[in-house]
C-alpha cells in the first residue's frame, strides 16, 4: 500500500479581533492510494478546513502536507495551481459550476486550464458527461439543471484531468435522499472504475457505507474509527 | 487560450445585470466617439496643413541650387533625372519698384520669357497685355497693381538695392531702368502675391551691373515635392560643393508648428478616450466583485493568479477593442463623407476653399488604435490585477 498523502502536524488558527480558535490541532494523517476515507463531526469541528489545506486551497499556520513525497507548500502560486489542475478533483456541497457555460464547457474547463485545445476538450467533457449519466444535457445551463444533476457534472468536471484524488465536501448536503443515492452509487462506481482515492466528508450516514476508513472530527482533532 | 474563452464569454453575459451594462455600453460608446474624432480632426488638421503646403509653395521652386563652377554639370544632371519636372536659372534681388507717385520694395525675380509660362508656376494671368514677356517688360501681381494703382501698359522705374548703395558710396546718381507693366498675374502663394516681381532675364546686367556672375542660382520644380529631401540628398552627394535648399527648408518653422498643434490635438482628444475608457475600470471594478465566487471556482480548477489576471483583462479590452472598432469605421465614414461629398461647407467669400479640407495621413491610424487600445488596456489593468488576488477560500464559502 503506497502512500498519497502524508499530513504532519497540521495548525490552523483562526484569529478575529479579540479571540482565536484554533481549528485544527496538530492533525496527523496518512492517505494511501486508492483509499476511500470518509470523514464525519459536527459543525465546526474542522472537517471543511482540513480538506481545504490537503487540497491545497488553504494553508496551515504550521506543518506539513506532502504528497506522493513532494511538500506541497514549498511550491510556488504558479506550481501549486498547476499541481491543483492535474492532481486534484473537487466537489463541493453547493454544486459551484460557473453559471455563464453549458455543462459540458464547464466539465471541458479544467483540460482547457492544462493547455487542451477547446475542441479536444469538448471531445473529452462529453465522454465524463456520459460517465456520469448526462448525455441529454450537454447544453444546459447550470441554472437549467437539477440539484442532482448540478452535483454529477461538478463530478464529471472534478474528474476529466483524471487527478489521483478526489475530494468531496458534503457533495450530497444539499440532496434528497433519492439524488444522494445516484450520488453515492456514482462515487462508488467511479473509485471502482477509475482506480481513484476519494475523500469525502459528510453528514450523510448512507455515505459512511463506501469508506474504507472512517474518520471521526471533534474539535480540531481527529479519531479513526475504522 | 482559456483565458480568452472566458473572458469573452464575461464579456458578452453581463445582462443580469443592467447597470454594469449600461456602464458597459457608456464605455464602448464613448471610445467609438474619441475615436472617431480623433479620425475626423486629425484628418482635418492634416487637410488644412496639405492646403496651406501648397499655397505656400504654389510658384516657389521646391529646390534652389547655388553654384559657382558646377552649373553645366548641374544642368545635365537634372535634365537627366526623373524626379525633376523643371529647372531653370534665374537671379534675385531686392529692389526699390514704382512711379511718381508709389514706390516699394520687391524682390525681383529675372528669368527667360518662357518660363515665366509654364505651368509649374501657376500665375494666373488676370491680364494680359503682351502674351509674351520679353525683353524690357515687366510682371506684377495683382496684389501690387491694386495697392499701387497700377495697370498694364503702364511704366515703372527699377532700382536694385546693390546700385542704391554703389551710388551712396560713389556719391553717383543710381540705375534707374524703366520697364513697361505687360503682365499682371494671380497666385495663392500669399509671398510670391505680395512681395515680388518678375523680369526677363535680359535685363540681368541692366538692373544689377556689378555683380559678379561667376555664382549661379538654379530653380528645381520636382514632379512630387515630398521628394524634395530625398532629392537634396543624392543631389549634394554628387555635387558637394553646390549650395542646396528645399522649401522645406525655408519653410521648416511654420510646417513644425502645424506638427506641433495636431500632435497636442492627438494628446487633447485622447483624452475623450481616456474618461470613456475609466468606465472600463467602473464596470470591470463591480464585474469582478459579482465574479468572486467563480474566480474561487477556477482558482480551485488550477488557474494561476496571472490567468486570472489575463482573463479579466481580456473581458475590458473587448471593450475597449469594440469602441475602438466602431469609432475606428464611424471616423473613416465621415471621413470619406466629407471628403466626397462635400457636407461641411466653408464661406467661400472668406475662404479660398469651399468645403473643410480633410486628409488622412496613414500613421494616424494606428497612432489612434494604439493610443485607444492602450488607454483600455490601463483601465482594465487594476481590476484585472485586484481579481487575480482574489482569495480562494473566503470567496469560495459563499452562496
Ligand atoms: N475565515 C474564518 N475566520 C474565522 N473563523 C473561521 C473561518 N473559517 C472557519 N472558521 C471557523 O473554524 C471552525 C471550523 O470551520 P469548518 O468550516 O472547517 O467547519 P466544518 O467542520 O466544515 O463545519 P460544517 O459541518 O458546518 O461545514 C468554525 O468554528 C468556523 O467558525
Ligand atoms: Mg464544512
Given at each position: 500500500m503506497s502512500v498519497l498523502i502524508k499530513a504532519s502536524q497540521l495548525v490552523k488558527e483562526f484569529k478575529s479581533a479579540n479571540k482565536s480558535i484554533k481549528v485544527l490541532k496538530n492533525i496527523d494523517l496518512t492517505i494511501n492510494k486508492n483509499d476511500r476515507i470518509i470523514i464525519y463531526g459536527a459543525s465546526g469541528a474542522g472537517k471543511s478546513t482540513l480538506l481545504n489545506i490537503l487540497s491545497s486551497l488553504d494553508f496551515p499556520d504550521s506543518g506539513k502536507v506532502e504528497f506522493e513525497e513532494i511538500d506541497i507548500f514549498s511550491k510556488t502560486d504558479d506550481e501549486i495551481s498547476a499541481f491543483r489542475n492535474q492532481n486534484i478533483g473537487f466537489v463541493f456541497q453547493f454544486h459551484h459550476l460557473l453559471p455563464e457555460f453549458t455543462a459540458l464547457e464547464n466539465v471541458a474547463i479544467p483540460m482547457m486550464i492544462n493547455g487542451i485545445s477547446y475542441k479536444n476538450a469538448m471531445k473529452k467533457a462529453e465522454k465524463m458527461l456520459h460517465k456520469v449519466n448526462?448525455?441529454?444535457?450537454?447544453?444546459?445551463k447550470p441554472a437549467e439543471l437539477s440539484g442532482g444533476e448540478q452535483q454529477r457534472v461538478a463530478i464529471a468536471r472534478a474528474l476529466i484531468n483524471s487527478p489521483k484524488i478526489l475530494f468531496a465536501d458534503?457533495?450530497?448536503?444539499?440532496?434528497d435522499s433519492e439524488n444522494s443515492k445516484i450520488i453515492q452509487d456514482l462515487l462508488l462506481d467511479l473509485h471502482n472504475k477509475l482506480d481513484l482515492t476519494v475523500v469525502i466528508v459528510t453528514h450523510n450516514s448512507e455515505l459512511?457505507?463506501?469508506?474504507n476508513r472512517i474518520i471521526k472530527m471533534e474539535d480540531g482533532n481527529i479519531f479513526e474509527i475504522s | 487560450m482559456f483565458e480568452f474563452f472566458i473572458g469573452k464569454k464575461y464579456h458578452k453575459t453581463k445582462k443580469s445585470l443592467s447597470f454594469i451594462n449600461v456602464i458597459n455600453k457608456i464605455s464602448v460608446v464613448g471610445i467609438a466617439i474619441g475615436v472617431a474624432t480623433l479620425i475626423v480632426v486629425l484628418s482635418v488638421f492634416n487637410g488644412f496643413r496639405e492646403i496651406s503646403t501648397t499655397l505656400m509653395t504654389e510658384g516657389e521652386p521646391h529646390l534652389t541650387v547655388q553654384t559657382a563652377n558646377d552649373s553645366e554639370d548641374i544642368s545635365k544632371y537634372l535634365k537627366k533625372s526623373?524626379?525633376?519636372d523643371l529647372f531653370y536659372k534665374f537671379e534675385e534681388g531686392k529692389v526699390l519698384f514704382g512711379n511718381e507717385e508709389h514706390f516699394e520694395i520687391m524682390n525681383l525675380i529675372l528669368i527667360e520669357d518662357s518660363i515665366f509660362r509654364s505651368k509649374q508656376l501657376i500665375y494666373n494671368k488676370l491680364s494680359e497685355y503682351d502674351t509674351i514677356f520679353y525683353g524690357g517688360n515687366l510682371a506684377i501681381s495683382f496684389y501690387s497693381a491694386i495697392e499701387m494703382n497700377l495697370q498694364v501698359r503702364d511704366f515703372v522705374q527699377i532700382t536694385s538695392f546693390e546700385s542704391l548703395e554703389n551710388s551712396a558710396l560713389t556719391f553717383s546718381i543710381p540705375d534707374i531702368t524703366t520697364l513697361q507693366i505687360r503682365n499682371i498675374y494671380f497666385s495663392r502663394n500669399a509671398s510670391l502675391f505680395k512681395n515680388y516681381i518678375f523680369a526677363s532675364s535680359n535685363l540681368a546686367s541692366e538692373i544689377?551691373?556689378?555683380?559678379?556672375?561667376n555664382t549661379q542660382s538654379i530653380a528645381v520644380f520636382l514632379i512630387n515635392l515630398e521628394n524634395a529631401n530625398e532629392f537634396k540628398n543624392q543631389l549634394s552627394a554628387k555635387f558637394p560643393d553646390a549650395n542646396i535648399k528645399t522649401w522645406n527648408d525655408n519653410h521648416a518653422q511654420i510646417l513644425n508648428v502645424m506638427k506641433i498643434e495636431a500632435f497636442f490635438a492627438y494628446l487633447l482628444l485622447s483624452l475623450i478616450i481616456a474618461v470613456a475608457a475609466f468606465n472600463i475600470l467602473t464596470s470591470l471594478t463591480m464585474s469582478v466583485q459579482i465574479k468572486k465566487k467563480d474566480i474561487a471556482i477556477l482558482r480551485s480548477l488550477g488557474v494561476t493568479r496571472k490567468g486570472i489576471r489575463n482573463i479579466f483583462l481580456f473581458e475590458g479590452l473587448l471593450n475597449g477593442i469594440k469602441g475602438t472598432s466602431w469609432g475606428f469605421l464611424l471616423g473613416l465614414a465621415i471621413y470619406f463623407v466629407q471628403k466626397y461629398f462635400q457636407v461641411y461647407k466653408l464661406d467661400s467669400s472668406k475662404y479660398i476653399l469651399d468645403a473643410m479640407p480633410v486628409s488622412i495621413s496613414f500613421w494616424d491610424l494606428p497612432a489612434i488604435v494604439l493610443m485607444s487600445v492602450f488607454l483600455s488596456f490601463i483601465s482594465s489593468y487594476y481590476p484585472a490585477k485586484k481579481a487575480s488576488l482574489t482569495n480562494i477560500i473566503e470567496s469560495i464559502k459563499w452562496e
Open positions: 448526462l448525455s441529454d444535457r450537454f447544453s444546459h458534503e457533495p450530497t448536503g444539499n440532496l459512511e457505507k463506501i469508506g | 526623373e524626379f525633376v544689377f551691373p556689378d555683380r559678379n556672375r
